[in-house]
């Protein structure tokens, strides 16, 4: 609990992380596994740098950490440096690329991939794992602890979804639970568009667009442990860069999902209806009475992709789970003051200490 405070506490600087090694691991399941070990002694031969991998199975307490919906994927400096401080606590996380959330996009893969990564990790530490999700990754993390029960010891999902129709509306801009209807982060909307293609474009431009949103994303979305300015107006530029290598009605789309013109929201009334058949893998309902394992949902009251109101969602409707809302932390990372006024620090240090406590957890025996 003290490492994580640390690392993780409002005071802890982001762009700082413990050492930890990274071993990248391109047999399937392809991840990055993370650990620390004692420094080389002064007789050793072995290179202080070298990514040598000296943790046996079961030597460990275990960690599966299922990355959100992000083109780097475990590479992503904020999730590595989180990554990072599990395994300070003296823990082996084991962090799987997710191909196709590499690739921004919501699919079936995904969970058959989140499985053979937990099998593995189970494997590894001869036993049952604990499962920690990011955002969208909540869907895989509730996917294994429902079909493979006995290698799940206990799961923290961050940031998670109840509703996908509800957390796609947010994120483009919905009023929900008395929380406004607003702009708010303005690089999604190409990535949520591009998960509802099939039903706003012909077949033979759904490709160009997802292409397209892939390009923006990378070059819009922040690559820094420090979190960026979302709204100086950078993306619109690249945007409409973007926007002119396409034809057609993807054009259209994407400059409307870019918020060069239109209202990226209106744009997908009555698309859920029709896309309910397709993305019914991505519904928690007919598999959450089988997560039988302890379930923490974690939320920061400033996300600006999914809002916190789905955490409470989950909790209310899985078997054995709680849910601790925070202001202290957004979606991405540190958030951006609603725990500032004195008044509010006491509620939210308690709730602060109640996630490192579930974070704590995830490598107890």
Partial sequence: MLTILRWLGPWADPATM???RAVPVDTPPRHVR???????????????????????????RTILLLPGLHFLGPDDPRFRRFAAVLAATGAEIIAPYLHDF??????????????????????????????????????AAMHIAATSPERVRRVVMFGGYRNLERSFRFALG????????EVRDPLNGPAVLANLADELLPEDEQDAFRAATLAFSRRTWSRNAVPEN????RHLKVGAEIAETLSGQARDLFRVACRLEGDPLAVVDGIFEQARARTSFLDPTPIMSRVLAPVTCVHGRDDDVIPWTESVALARDLPNAKALVTGLYGHTGRASGSAAGVKELGQELKAMGQVVNALAELGAD
């Fill in 230 to 233: 979302k709204r100086d107006g």
């Fill in 34 to 60: 993370l650990f620390t070990e004692r420094p080389p002694s002064k007789s050793s031969t072995t290179p202080p740098d070298a990514l040598v991998d000296r943790v046996r199975p079961g030597e460990r």
């Fill in 18 to 20: 413990p050492r930890a």
């Fill in 102 to 139: 590499l690739s921004l996009q919501l699919t079936p893969r995904v969970l058959d991939e989140a499985h053979a990564a937990l099998i593995y990790a189970s494997e590894r530490a001869q036993g049952p794992v604990s499962v920690m999700s990011i955002s969208f990754g909540s869907i």
């Fill in 174 to 181: 919905a009023a929900m639970h008395g929380m406004p209807a």
